[in-house]
């Protein structure tokens, strides 16, 4: 079966400094993974995501994550936090062609200080 | 090209009553699907439906039902309202495929007192 893990539902980093949210999944077959990005009172934003191919995937926003097969994480990153970062992250894996495949992670709430 | 639209954004219904929630998808899109979020739970899926036919179904009581019209417009119902049904409900459009990704609306808020 599979299923997510995001590690820290609340994460706070400086403006400026590094971004680093945590994903981890499990999965009996390759899985798509995806981070989506939520604002107060908004739906779900998709961020990037990932199929085949390249590991490193670059998504909107300066976010990137690095699929490890090894490790089973798919982490979310980004060099620099600007405070317009402030939302909440989902970690999301599928590996079936239609919606109910699709399990979410519980959110990571990212705060920036100024 | 408009993204997908829910009405009404926020709703509040009293114990007993039945609601409507409607969800334009994308232009294009034939999927629709439905997720309730709140705090405890989470993003939960209620159920999907492609070309008027409803796909798959997630772990929600009878109560919640759904359908699909031939633009591809799509509504969920919930009847007999309970206090614990208060949520964000989302609707997502897409292709068909594994590995298209979903188009968010904004969400209606339901509120039930």
């Known amino acids: 079966a599979q299923s997510v893990t995001q590690l820290g539902s609340h994460v706070s980093v400086s403006e400026g400094a590094l971004v680093l949210l945590r994903c981890n999944y499990s999965?009996?077959?390759?899985?798509?993974l995806f981070w989506y990005v939520q604002y107060p009172n908004q739906g779900l934003q998709l961020l990037l995501k990932?199929?085949?191919?390249?590991?490193l995937v670059k998504g909107i926003n300066g976010f990137e994550a690095e699929f490890k097969k090894s490790e089973t994480s798919f982490h979310l990153t980004k060099p620099s936090a600007h405070m317009s970062d402030a939302a909440e992250y989902f970690c999301?894996?599928?590996?079936?062609?239609?919606?109910?495949?699709?399990?979410f992670g519980s959110g990571t709430r990212l705060s920036i200080r100024p | 090209k408009a993204g997908v639209t829910q009405t009404p954004r926020y709703l509040i219904k009293t114990r007993g009553q039945q609601v409507t929630l409607s969800c334009s998808p994308i232009?294009?899109?034939?999927?629709v699907s439905w997720y309730q979020q709140t705090p405890g739970q989470g993003l939960q899926f209620l159920f999907e439906y492609f070309s008027e036919t409803q796909r798959n179904k997630g772990n929600f009581p009878g109560r919640f039902s759904g359908r699909q019209f031939s633009n591809s417009r799509s509504e969920m119902n919930v009847s007999t309202l309970e206090l614990g049904d208060s949520a964000l409900y989302l609707c997502a459009s897409s292709l068909p495929g594994g590995s298209d990704e979903q188009y968010f609306g904004p969400g209606t808020r339901l509120t039930v007192t």
């Open positions: 999965s009996s077959v390759p899985p798509y």
């Open positions: 990932y199929t085949t191919g390249a590991t």
């Open positions: 232009s294009g899109h034939r999927s």
């Open positions: 999301a894996v599928t590996m079936g062609s239609s919606a109910s495949k699709i399990i």
